[in-house]
């Protein structure tokens, strides 16, 4: 039952809990928020949980089907590949490499990203505009393509491939973060901080910070999605995780000779890489939409 | 104008500079001899060494040497690969065109099928066509290409038996290389059986074509959608509406020029992304491009040749990317004064 207004009672919540107010009247959002939310606790929690381990082979149970089909086997839910290692197991500890990577990652980039974008953002003049020509043609260029160029000159690994992703996603960041302080800095409350003998940095961190955390936010769940899908690729391509590795990308990488005779080895991690991207862009889209129906009111 | 053309080749000579500074320091910090990495000659005779080294001016400065590298790049000499042994800037010339034709007709096939869809989405906001287009959308947006490739290969090749997989023209067709894109060859071409080799080549192109339109696809109906959606709330659109005229008509006379202008930039920067995931389809389909070539040249440490790729790959893609943006100011004075004002 919708609850009953007596009287009218204004409400002051901060920017964040706004947000979330509008967030969550959104239904795909929410569900995108739960799936999620889901892979990351599995993300954290893969090496505690998986039945087995990612490397464990089994000679007696090679390229079982999963436990639906005729064939398959109970112990081995989800099948097992051509090594005899369960697939189960190995998509659950591929969650915290795919998924959880691109996170850390991209929170990795976050923190570079507000350093270099609080300067740029409090700097004037021609070097500052030349910064945000640059940022603009970094933004343009696919981070993809920045990624496959920093591992061609690192060599391959999962490592380099963090690194890569750390420094693809690095120039949203700073353009958004640049822009959006500059735009706050000229608004009348950074000015009536500053007037009240605030430093630089003051104002920064307790006027400008907490109305721009938002749009960051925003900036950082899209850089996420595109974090897994690159880790993902980069993996499929042999050029970030390596061979036994779980990551999800370069599960579908090693099955690609069984693509006809045992497509759920291929089509599981796919699936995975879909739905983590697909609940990313699902929580970006309703954040973006939040924060313009919150803007717009 | 002119003053917005002039900045933007500037930042295009300050994003090449940087580039080429990249491309030549690549050298110094790959594995093994610069000597050996710049040359591409892996064994260098006693002979060699002397006649590579005033080449290359390796004892000299390093800025001494960068001029000498930039002299190669415009007379066309990037070395020879680790591999082949063959010229870089031949092969990559020789091959580039079929990445290129692989993006621009997905580019194509895109601009077909996303702007009507993505008008229609708007014209029914909010109503039943808009909801299904969104989330037809959002799952293309959230495909992972190489699955998604695996996925068409595995249904229309495979399993239904009615394309084939790989390569770009079946092996018993002889098409000279002439511009290297491969349809213009064939019809320009004088071989017997010029039609049933342009129908194979177009079955071979159908799969590729098919994954790589599928994201900017999708990108391009959200944000027809999105600056169809915005221009229908401004105020010219309802004097229009106020005027009598049917919503068809405001949408046809009024809306739609003014809602793709925002959407010619875009193209313009989609066609950066293609090139990108045109790498990864062109893997998964033996598509002989210069993305392919390009990865297996990081497998096999072939340093000139990745250095020849980046090289080749990173101009074309900031080249367009400007283009693009010269091209949007020229068609949306608008948008000019916007942001050129300012300094």
New interface residues.
């Given amino acids: 039952m919708a609850s009953f207004k007596t009287y009218y009672d204004e409400q002051n919540l901060s920017p964040m809990r706004q947000l979330w107010v509008l967030f969550k009247q959104r239904h795909p959002a929410r569900i995108g928020l739960y799936l999620f939310l889901l892979l990351l606790v599995l993300a954290v929690l893969a090496p505690f949980i998986s039945p087995y381990s990612p490397y464990a082979h089994d000679q007696t149970a090679l390229l079982l089907p999963p436990a639906w089909s005729d064939e398959g086997k109970v112990e081995y839910m989800l099948g097992t590949d051509d090594l005899g290692r369960d697939i189960l197991s190995r998509l659950m500890n591929g969650a915290s490499l795919t998924f959880g990577l691109s996170i850390v990652s991209v929170l990795i980039a976050m923190a570079f990203g507000l350093v270099l974008g609080a300067f740029a953002g409090l700097s004037k003049g021609?070097k500052s505009?030349m910064l945000n020509?640059?940022l603009d043609?970094a933004l343009?260029?696919?981070s993809?393509?920045i990624a496959?160029?920093i591992?061609?000159?690192l060599?391959?690994g999962l490592a380099n491939t963090v690194w890569a992703i750390i420094l693809s996603s690095l120039p949203r960041f700073v353009h958004t973060i640049r822009n959006a302080v500059h735009d706050e800095l000229q608004k009348e409350y950074a000015i009536a901080y500053r007037l009240d003998g605030a430093t630089m940095f003051q104002v920064l961190i307790h006027a400008i910070l907490p109305n721009i955390f938002q749009s960051i936010i925003v900036v950082a769940t899209m850089s996420v999605?595109n974090a897994i899908?690159d880790i993902?690729?980069l993996g499929?391509?042999?050029?970030g995780a390596q061979a036994p590795s779980a990551e999800w990308?370069a599960m579908?990488a090693e099955s690609?000779d069984q693509?006809?005779s045992a497509?759920w080895t291929?089509?599981l991690?796919?699936i995975l890489?879909?739905l983590a991207?697909?609940s990313t862009?699902?929580v970006g889209?309703g954040l973006a939409s939040a924060l313009k129906r919150r803007l717009d009111k | 104008m002119i003053h917005y053309v002039l900045?933007r080749l500037f930042?295009l000579l300050?994003?090449l500079f940087s580039l080429s500074v990249l491309t030549f320091s690549?050298s110094f910090?790959?594995p093994g001899d610069p000597l050996n990495n710049l040359s591409g000659y892996q064994e260098i005779t006693v002979n060699q060494l002397a006649i590579l080294e005033r080449k290359y001016k390796i004892e000299s400065d390093y800025f001494t040497q960068y001029i000498a590298f930039l002299r190669r790049v415009f007379s066309g000499d990037l070395g020879i690969s680790f591999n082949s042994q063959a010229p870089v800037f031949e092969q990559v010339n020789r091959i580039f065109p079929a990445t290129v034709e692989l993006a621009v007709y997905s580019l194509l096939v895109s601009i077909i099928i996303g702007i009507p869809l993505g008008i229609i989405s708007a014209y029914y906001h909010r109503r039943l066509p808009d909801t299904v287009i969104l989330t037809t959308t959002?799952?293309g947006?959230?495909?992972?290409?190489?699955?998604w490739a695996?996925?068409i290969?595995?249904t229309f090749s495979?399993h239904f038996g009615w394309f084939p997989s790989s390569g770009r023209i079946g092996l018993v067709y002889e098409v000279p290389h002439i511009s290297g894109f491969i349809l213009v060859d064939i019809l320009r071409s004088d071989i017997i059986y010029k039609y049933e080799a342009l129908k194979n080549a177009l079955m071979h192109m159908a799969l590729p074509t098919l994954v790589l339109t599928t994201y900017p696809t999708t990108v391009l109906i959200r944000y027809t959608r999105g600056s169809m959606l915005n221009v229908l709330e401004t105020n010219y659109i309802k004097t229009a509406r106020a005027k009598g005229l049917s919503p068809f008509q405001v949408l046809l006379h009024h809306g739609l020029r003014n809602a793709l202008l925002p959407v010619i930039r875009l193209i313009g920067?989609q066609f950066?992304?293609l090139?990108?995931?045109a790498?990864?389809t062109e893997?998964i389909f033996s598509w002989p491009g210069v993305g392919r070539w390009?990865?297996e040249s990081?497998?096999q440490?072939d340093y000139p040749a990745?250095q020849g790729g980046?090289l080749a790959?990173?101009t074309f893609?900031?080249i367009v990317?400007?283009t693009s943006d010269i091209l949007y100011k020229w068609f949306n004075p608008v948008s000019r004064t916007q942001v050129d004002g300012k300094?």
């Fill in positions: 021609v505009s020509h640059v043609l343009s260029i696919p993809l393509l496959i160029i591992v061609a000159m060599g391959p999605s899908l993902a690729a499929f391509l042999r050029l990308g579908v690609l693509l006809y497509p291929i089509a991690p796919g890489i879909f991207v697909l862009n699902l889209d | 900045r930042l300050f994003v690549l910090l790959f959002l799952v947006y959230s495909l992972p290409v190489f699955w695996l996925l290969i595995f495979l920067l950066s992304s090139i990108t995931l790498m990864i893997v390009l990865i990081i497998y440490r990745i980046l790959i990173a893609v900031i990317t400007i300094f």
